[in-house]
């Protein structure tokens, strides 16, 4: 079993910053992967930011891509979402999963999953 807590959501302005956490407990996670999600009011839960434990290769959807930035800290078992330049349509609940295999971008892929947290982007 894998435990996932995420921490760092929270009301910002359009262009500000924001930087989520998600501890994991339980397992080392040398061959998991590692994704962020999230879901606004109404839509579908999408897909984020993904990284694969053991070599720090990481995937965006197109929306986030060169402004989020997924890493992970070995010594502290945690996965980072920095997420820069913010824009009213990155409010959603933000979650992170786990997945022992490969990176995938589909959330049915992922059997671990953390609570969720608020991010909220209005002036």
């Known amino acids: 079993q894998v435990q996932l807590v995420e921490s760092g959501g929270g009301l910002v302005q359009p262009g500000g910053s924001l930087r989520l956490s998600c501890a994991a407990s339980g397992r080392t996670l040398s061959f998991y992967a590692m994704g962020w999600f999230r879901q606004a009011p109404g839509k579908e839960r999408e897909f984020v930011a993904n990284?694969?434990?053991?070599?720090?290769?990481?995937d965006y959807t197109e929306a986030v891509k060169g402004r989020f930035t997924i890493s992970r800290d070995n010594a502290k078992n945690t996965v980072y979402l920095q997420m820069n330049s913010l824009k009213p349509e990155d409010t959603a609940v933000y979650y992170c999963a786990a997945r022992q295999g490969p990176r995938s971008r589909a959330y049915s892929d992922y059997n671990y999953w953390g609570q969720g947290t608020q991010v909220t982007v209005s002036s």
């Open positions: 990284i694969y434990w053991l070599s720090g290769t990481t």
